[in-house]
Each structure stands twice: as structure tokens, then as C-alpha cells.
């Protein structure tokens, strides 16, 4: 009841649904665009991005070239099939309202995507609910249901960036779990077809998350002997096995069918369009849980008591003990295997939410222990709430800008310590990943907005191609010989002012102090707060402009 009424006080709160480009950025353009693709412009080939005028569809949609030259959206049609529903809404919404377009991008989809996350999450708490009832009390279900939902980085991907797929699998993976133990319990062709179906989509939105899978085997085992009997119960229903593979294909043949339609193959790794891949030789373990970059206890310590957990759970000799260890295992070597193992712009590690279903068993059971003397069981649940209160407070800091989307190091995170605005001395020791030799498997941090990460991020980016007559995008290290040159030569001139703002407002922009007063100007000359920062740079900039292109050379 809680989350019930929480979560939509907070999306009302941020109506980020409101604002520029609503909820449908970065990632979330790809998942959502076979939509609007298909049922609105019916065009899978993408043709429409470039002779539609109605709308800037640079904006919206982000395609990359297959080897046949044709267009193609980057991620799998998974997470659209889920946001379907929604969107039907929305889009019928949209073309009786006289107020909105029934393009795909207006209010309504921004509005209809962020609730179907809610509803998502509300169902996945009723389900695992029901699952952990199973095993504990209903004290221990209420506490874990409210550290999972309210205790991890979950809560963000529910509320202010809520079309992210997390939720989504959240759910999934929760009812995955649920189906299984009915069909451990029943093993007919109906329970078999509808764990086939789940497991598949959950597949198709995210590949990784097929390590899933490994519970169907070891569901039930505490020794080999156990092992040993769920082998010969599978091996004497095959045919529920091939029921099973079947049904978990059927999902992925609209996936199938558009690969095979953009890239001429059944099988296509779009991914790789980008330079993406894992290093399964080099997988960065010790960055990935405990790292001040982007550790996975770090941003959601609650979750290293539900690994301790994973003890207890084995104790009690719950059915899911064994398939939770080696899943988690797993999972986290495969992610940390990925070349961006921090996942790109993110609060925590967004890719491990999605087994938060399975992590709240081994939770329940570390609550659940009796303990001599019994105040240490309330310390324990004491310790978690703490915990929970201050990852509600690093999502406000994130939310604010003073935990950073890219990574963090030990001294940006001590320079913001218990601020929920960035400090001054943060912007100038903060340090971002070189995606450059990421993608090659090498991991270092470069200084955060220097003359190279000005003009990399900035709107010149299309200039500058033209100047070097590229017609792709600049590598990182061709945007940083690029930046000496544009500055040490006569186009110094063409560039410098543009680049000198831009490195303004970035500066500004993350410096509490100096925000809070743009803001303040912002309200009393009743203008938007990018306008007044905007107006800010320009001010400093033509107030000190003799003295910056030395400042900025340096």
C-alpha cells in the first residue's frame, strides 16, 4: 500500500513527462521505437526519420547501420512488447484529445510509459509476496518487500527514469520464479508453455538475464543427489522440455524476423555496430561491487546483506538456495565481463536490479534468523532501514547532479559526502571513463569536461566532422588532436566562444552555489532555468573574455 501511493506522488512530483524530451531518452528512444515504427509510420525500415517533416526525428530515434546498409534500431523489441499495452492507451488517447498529437512522442505516451513501469512493479510485489510467503512470516515478507522497493537503486528505475527496463524484468524474472515452483509442482503443458513464454521475453530484453534459466535444473537442490533427481525428472518429460524450448522461441520471432529483415541474418548482434563486447578474460569483479566508481555495494548496500543471506538460505535448505548462489555468481561475472561494466549513465548498477526478486529470498532469511540476544535481530533491521533512508538520499543526490551519471572516484564522492547539491571541489576532481579504450578492454579515467570532453559532448561535433571531412562520428582521440588543433590555429577563433560557453554552463550547472543563484535569477525574470543558465555563461563569458584564451589553452 505503501508503493501504491508513494510511487505515483513522486512521478507526479517530477513530471519529468512534462519537460523537453519527456521520458523517452537515451536508451528508452531504441526500446520504444518499434512502436511508433510499426503501428503509427508502419515502416520498420526507418525510411520515415528522414522524408517525415512533422516531427525533428533525430530526436527520437537513434538508428545504426547493419552490413547491408539499411537502418536498424539498436536493442531487441522485448521491452515495446511490455510498453504495448500502454501505448494503445496512449495512442487512442491521443487521437480523440484535440490537445496531442497522436505522433508517438506527445504528453500521453510520456505519461502512459512512466505508469507502466508502476504497474509493473505493483504486480511483481504482489507476486513475490506470495512467493515469500511460502517460506516466512508475514513480518519478514513486509519488512523485505519494503527494503527491495524502497532500500535499492529499484526505486529510481520505478520513478524518475521509470521506461528503463529494470522494472520490467524485475517483474519478469518474479514471475518467472513464481511459474517455476508451479511447475515443479505441476508439471503440466500449460505451466510448461507459460515458463517458456516468460523466460523468452525475459531473454529478448535482455540477453544476459538467460542465465535465468539455470533454476529450472537446480530448483529444489541441496546436495547431488538432488541434482541427480531433477536431471531424471527432466530427462523423463522431454517432451515438456521441448514444449518448453519452443514456446521460449516463439518470442523472439518478431526479433528473428526484423534482424533477418535490416541485416539479412536470423542471428545479428546490432551491438556491435557500436564496438560493444565483453572481456570475459578480463572481467572487473572488484570495480563492480566494491568500487567508489560504481560498486554495486556501494550505491545499494542493502544488497550485501541479501548476499550474506545467501547463507541462511542455504541453511533453511530453500528450494531457490542453490539456483540464487550460482545465478548470482554468474551474473555478476558475465556483467562485469562487459566492456561498459558500469553500464553507462546510471544510478548504482542498473543491470543487477533486475534480480532483485531472487536477492529478496536470501534477504527474508537473514531477517528471519532468530538471534541471541534478540536485540541484535532488531539491529540488524535497524541497520537496513538506515540504509534504505540513505539510498532514498544518494537517489536525491543523483537526482541533483552530486552523484554522477558516468562514475564516481574516492575523492568526488568524499567531496559531496552527506550534500545533496555538488560541491564546487567535486566538479574539479571528478573523472569519467575513456570509452575510447573501454571498448578495447582497457579501464582508466580521464579529468571531466577538459577541452577534449568540451567539444566531444557539444553541438560543435557536426562542424568539426565537416572541417575534417569525416561522415562518421569522431573517435574520442581524433576529438582531442582535433581540440589542439582548433585551438592553437587561426579556427581557434571560429570555435572559441562556443566552446568557452559551453564549458560555462557545464560549470555552472554543477556548482551548487552558483546554480542556486541562476535559479533565483531564473524565477525573477520569469524564464526557464536553461534560458537564465544560458544567459549566465554568455554574461561571464563577455564580461572576462580577454582573459580566457589563455585560461582555456592552459
Known sequence: MLFILAIPFVNFNH?????DEGV????IKSYYAYLPATFIYKDLSLEFIHTDKTLDFGKWIWPVKTPTGKEAIITSCGLSMLYSPFFFIAHTYAKLSPKYSADGY???YHVALTFSAYIYFILALFILRKILLKNFNEKTTALTLFFIGAGTNLFYYVTYEAPMPHSYNFFLIILFLRLLIKWHESLTVKNTVFLGLTAGLIALIRPTNILILLLIPLYGVNNFQTFKENVNTLLKHWYLIFIMMVSFILVWIPQFSYWHYVSGKIFYFSYGAKGASFFFDNPQITDFLFSWKKGWFVYTPVMLFAVFGIYRLLKIKNPFATGAAIYLLLTVYVLSSWWSWWFGGSFGLRAMVDMYGLAALPLAALIEKKRKPAFLKHALIGILFLLTFYNQFQIQQYKNGAIHYWWMNKEAYKANFLHLHPTCKYWKVLRKPDYEKARKGIYVSIPTYDKHSV????LLKAEIIKDIKKDTLIS?????IYADKI???HKAGKYFKKLKIDYLINYIN????????VSGKAEKMNISYREALKAEAERVYNTYSEKYEDTFND
Open 476 to 480: 574520442d582521440s581524433l576529438t582531442e
Open 455 to 458: 567539444i566531444s559532448d557539444s
Open 510 to 517: 554543477n556548482c551548487a552555489m552558483w546554480k542556486k543563484e
Open 15 to 19: 513530471h519529468k513527462y512534462s519537460k
Open 106 to 108: 506527445s504528453k500521453p
Open 487 to 489: 585551438i592553437k590555429s
Open 24 to 27: 523517452i531518452v537515451w536508451d
